[in-house]
């Protein structure tokens, strides 16, 4: 599919300065605003999903703002260090010298918080420091928008860190009203970039070559896929299955086969390795049951820096070549390289892999046992679900009667918590349903 812009009208949810970390996996409360409403505020942090298209908001902004007159600057915040003048994608050292010389306002939209932590857990507090020595003298002139995936953001540590060095007005004494002030009016606004209407994602769909939008957006709805169309990243992987196979199918079938037009290069690989698509398959489901099982969400490249913080796959896809590991690495499946690292684009199509590599060992004679036990645990005398291990049932019921059976007698409400539940058997539907209205019933929490 050839990559095309198609600037949208985003939209931004405005979010409680006080969130805590798992607060940014909520929706946003309060009236959605557009960029002309926001701009002119002096510190912003801007939350958004992988494949959301944060990135493409912050340089675009900022095009537009030079395009005004006016001084902008688009910043990697992986790329602030000593080099600073080096450091530009939108603007230039002399556009900043200039500025740092005049008494204008100027905007600054540094990208993202995730990308900067994957070097070191100091490379954002270096480099958030770093930047603020360089505009000091300019601080209350300078408009300061910050992007991060919302499981990148630290809340009090982040925000702390943010006001100790890019402050903005004087900083508030010790009276009582002049706290009780500056809670209600934080330096740092915080806002989510929302995700996209129907009437944006058929404007998209036409841009990318969809002739009939009504139905590709009327198919989106049926098979419940509006959540991943909203993200301008899926989206447009949902339109390659669309212009492939002129049809969605079911949630299932739609993620699978995004999996498979995924499992490409993106860039042309110069060592001749083309490792078959059965291949990149099985390793890509390792890669994401690793990432699942330990919590260790960066992959290093074979030839990248490998420490204890991240997981080293040549260790896990045994038998493979450092050219045949680095092909899997750099197919869609996985974000850009940043410092010799991925990580998996998207958290349902990691999760589904691994539901994948769960179903094959449990079809493997002897080791049933051992994979139910990451899943199912006993404790008190009672089995409970392992919370970590949670959103993969949601998909492996799918595959396995046995799991199915043990997970829906302890909790029947999983299967409606992600995976795709049409693709149960109707009886399973049916007693599922009733045993949810029957716990309701009685007053259990569902």
Request: hydrophobic share 40%; glycine share 6%; charged share 30%.
């Given at each position: 599919m050839t990559e095309k812009i198609v600037e949208l009208i985003r939209r931004f949810s405005p979010m409680s300065p006080h969130s805590k970390d798992w607060d940014f996996l909520a929706p946003g409360l309060g009236r959605t605003q557009r960029w002309h409403q926001i701009e002119d505020?002096?510190?912003?942090?801007?939350?958004?999903?992988?494949?959301?298209?944060?990135?493409?908001?912050?340089?675009?902004?900022?095009?537009?703002?030079?395009?005004?007159?006016?001084?902008?600057?688009?910043?990697?915040?992986?790329?602030?260090?000593?080099?600073?003048?080096?450091?530009?994608?939108?603007?230039?050292?002399?556009?900043?010298?200039?500025?740092?010389?005049?008494?204008e306002e100027a905007w600054f939209f540094l990208d993202s918080v995730d990308e900067a932590q994957l070097e070191t857990p100091r490379a954002l507090e270096d480099?958030?420091?770093?930047?603020?020595?360089?505009?000091?003298?300019?601080?209350?002139?300078?408009?300061?928008?910050?992007?991060?995936?919302?499981?990148?953001?630290?809340?009090?540590?982040d925000q702390t860190l943010i006001?100790?060095?890019?402050?903005?007005?004087?900083?508030?004494?010790?009276?009582?009203?002049?706290?009780?002030?500056?809670?209600?009016?934080?330096?740092l606004k915080l806002y989510r970039l929302a995700g996209l209407s129907e009437d944006e994602i058929a404007l998209f769909a036409g841009h990318y070559g969809v002739s009939d939008v009504t139905n590709f957006v009327d198919a989106a709805r049926r098979a419940n896929l509006l959540t991943l169309a909203e993200r301008p990243f899926d989206l447009k992987a949902l339109i390659g299955v669309w212009i492939a196979d002129h049809r969605l199918g079911s949630r299932l079938e739609v993620l699978q086969r995004m999996i498979a037009l995924q499992t490409k290069p993106r860039l042309a690989v110069t060592a001749p390795v083309r490792p078959n698509a059965a291949q990149m398959r099985d390793g890509a489901r390792i890669l994401a049951a690793a990432v699942t099982m330990t919590g260790k969400t960066v992959i290093g490249l074979p030839a990248g820096v490998h420490t204890a913080d991240r997981l080293d796959p040549r260790t896990l896809l045994t038998g493979w070549t450092d050219a045949e590991i680095d092909t899997l690495l750099r197919t869609g499946l996985f974000d850009d390289i940043v410092y010799t690292s991925v990580r998996f684009r998207h958290r349902e199509i990691r999760e589904l892999l691994t539901a994948e590599w769960a179903n094959d060992l449990l079809n493997e004679p002897g080791v049933r046992a051992r994979v139910e036990d990451l899943f199912f645990r006993e404790r008190y005398g009672e089995q409970v679900i392992v919370p970590r291990t949670r959103p993969i049932?949601?998909?492996?019921?799918?595959?396995?009667?046995?799991?199915?059976?043990?997970?829906?007698?302890?909790?029947?409400?999983?299967?409606?918590?992600?995976?795709?539940?049409?693709?149960?058997?109707?009886k399973i539907r049916q007693s599922m349903l009733r045993d949810i209205v029957n716990r309701i019933a009685i007053g259990r929490e569902v």
């Open positions: 505020q002096f510190r912003v942090l801007i939350i958004a999903d992988p494949g959301a298209g944060k990135t493409f908001e912050a340089q675009t902004r900022a095009r537009r703002i030079k395009e005004r007159g006016r001084h902008a600057f688009f910043i990697r915040i992986e790329r602030i260090d000593a080099i600073f003048d080096q450091s530009f994608e939108v603007g230039t050292a002399d556009e900043f010298a200039a500025w740092l010389a005049s008494t480099a958030v420091r770093i930047f603020g020595t360089k505009i000091y003298t300019a601080l209350d002139r300078a408009h300061i928008f910050i992007t991060s995936r919302e499981d990148a953001w630290r809340a009090l540590p006001e100790q060095h890019l402050p903005y007005g004087e900083p508030a004494s010790d009276g009582e009203d002049d706290t009780a002030s500056s809670e209600s009016d934080p330096t049932l949601a998909w492996l019921i799918l595959f396995d009667e046995e799991v199915r059976d043990k997970a829906l007698a302890l909790a029947p409400e999983i299967a409606s918590e992600g995976g795709d539940p049409s693709r149960l058997p109707l």
